[in-house]
């Protein structure tokens, strides 16, 4: 066991990681902590599966077969193949049935019903890794319903290993609402035994839930922040998993995100027509220009408000469709959205652009370009979550002085510190916060930033140049995070 200075052995398993293949934050963090864990001198192994759309990548690496038993029955053989990804050496675990297909959870329109098997070759594999290569992790980060099967299978699949009876595991949610749900059928094939197939483990609602296994069975549960951490804890917030929460509820935690200043800063952002170091030298002016004529905005000072979004439900778009039809309608204010989602969702934002040519611009899909430019180029940020486990754009708006709108939801409570009604905190808010889930809330909150920018404008340069200064780095993130392993291995396993 490592004593309380010596380097950690952390097996990461995540099914995306930033620079490889990405659909979420779950990437960014998934490449963020690892690389920082490395940098503080430890020893990582990160484990993902081997995408057919990053064969250029691993095909160039060494190979070895492994076989792995997902129950009793049957054995599966995968090749490992072993090499570094951005400073982190990186097993991808390969096999062609599971993971050679275009999309990465789903087809492009429903998830494949094999994923349960697909993800619990990742995680067993992961481990068996671990055995025939005589590497011995002190810690297993399993991340999101994808991984949590790690947690079950080193609790019993290994409980009587000596290999790996030091081990210990963590499970990190990044966003509870997709759990990994399977037919019942999936049992034997996951090794699940029918013990285990009960309300306080895998079952949920006659299916099998993984996300709810992985909790149940994880030396330690954290969330990405500790907003996000207490709200999974209530019925509301939980995504219907609330009495499990509340039973390990001594073992759940919340850590907050970093964020990579090296790709998110306004001085040396390669993405920026013109860089700057204050919200008042001129550049940030300057990108706001350029990127209206860029979108086919009208000139002028109008408040400029950007969004960059998933279109889903969950990022509040049921709330901010409507408030930009009235604000639009009452103001002068314009509008710049990027996302690609939800096809209605996309339509509804289409017909804004049409009916506002000049005012709104609205760029369905993801280029990450446009998105530092938005970023830079904005005045506000708006990001009216309906839950927001970490959250990465309120964020990033800070470092740009782009004062974020927030609902008091997750990591953006952590991370805002909204302007007070009577404006008394002014020298310490960085944003603007509505609780009430409803478009009526949204939009008073906004009219009321639309107010502070037109007629206040010493307290928003004063926010903004406190909203420059805020920092949160993966550094604290990952010492957090060490401290939560070193804990763990002073009990016993769960």
């Known amino acids: 066991m490592a004593s309380n200075k010596s380097p950690l052995k952390v097996l990461v398993i995540a099914s995306e990681v930033e620079g490889l293949v990405k659909t979420g934050g779950l990437a960014d963090v998934a490449r963020a902590l690892p690389a920082e864990l490395v940098r503080l001198g430890h020893d990582v192994r990160l484990i993902t599966p081997a995408y057919a759309k ?30 570094e990804h951005q400073g982190i050496p990186t097993v991808q675990i390969e096999h062609s049935d599971s993971f050679d297909r275009p999309g990465i959870y789903d087809n492009g329109a429903t998830p494949y019903e094999d994923n349960a098997r697909r993800f619990a070759l990742l995680s067993k594999g992961a481990l068996q ?34 290999f790996f009876a030091h081990s210990r595991s963590v499970l990190t949610l990044h966003n509870a609402a997709y759990q990994g749900q399977c037919s019942s059928g999936w049992l034997r094939t996951l090794g699940i035994h029918e013990q285990f197939f009960h309300p306080g483990a895998f079952e949920d609602h006659g299916q099998i839930n993984l996300l709810k296994g992985g909790i149940r069975f994880a030396d330690a549960i954290n969330a990405v922040s500790p907003g996000y951490a207490g709200e999974l804890l209530s019925d509301l917030g939980s995504h219907g998993l609330g009495p499990i929460f ?43 220009a350029l990127l209206k004529q860029e979108l086919g905005l009208a000139e002028g000072d109008a408040p400029l408000l950007v969004s960059i979004s998933r279109l889903a439900d969950q990022k509040g778009f049921n709330l901010l469709i409507p408030a930009l039809w009235e ?57 009216p979550s309906i839950f927001e486990p970490c959250g990465l754009n309120q964020i990033y708006s800070l470092r740009y002085a782009t004062l974020p709108l927030v609902r008091a939801v997750g990591g953006l409570k952590d991370t805002v510190v909204p302007l007070a009604d009577d404006g008394t905190n002014a020298s310490k808010a960085t944003g603007f916060m509505f ?60």
């Not at 690496?61 to 029955?73: E, G, I, R």
């Not at 025939?132 to 609790?155: E, G, K, M, R, T």
């Not at 949160?472 to 070193?486: C, N």
Request: glycine share 6%; charged share 25%.
């Open 435 to 494: 609780a009430d889930p409803t478009p009526d809330a949204l939009i008073s909150e906004l009219h009321r930033l639309i107010r502070v920018y037109q007629e206040q404008p010493e307290v928003w340069l004063g926010m903004q140049r406190t909203a420059m200064k805020q920092r949160f780095e993966w550094a604290t993130a990952a010492k957090a995070y060490v401290s939560l392993y070193r804990k763990l291995l002073k009990v016993p396993r769960h």
């Open 129 to 162: 890794w671990c055995r025939d290569n005589d590497w011995q992790p002190d810690i297993v980060h399993a991340n999101d319903w994808q991984a949590a099967l790690a947690c079950f299978y080193l609790a019993e699949h290994f409980r009587y290993d000596p």
């Open 54 to 83: 990053t064969r250029a990548v691993w095909s160039q690496w060494p190979h070895q077969s492994l076989c792995v038993h997902l129950n009793a029955f049957e054995e599966t053989w995968v090749a490992t193949r072993t090499g």
């Open 327 to 383: 604000t639009l309608r009452r103001t002068d204010a314009q509008v710049a959205l990027l996302g690609s989602g939800d096809v209605n969702l996309a339509a509804q934002l289409h017909r804004l652009a049409r009916e506002y040519p000049t005012r709104v611009a609205f760029v369905e899909g993801y280029d990450n370009a446009l998105a530092h430019r938005l970023e830079a180029g904005g005045d506000a940020f708006l990001m």
């Open 246 to 288: 509340r039973e390990r509820a001594d073992a759940l935690s919340g850590i907050l995100n970093g964020c990579d200043y090296g790709q998110w800063s306004p001085e040396t952002d390669p993405d920026l027509p013109t860089h700057f170091s204050s919200p008042n030298d001129g550049g940030k002016a300057r990108c706001k």
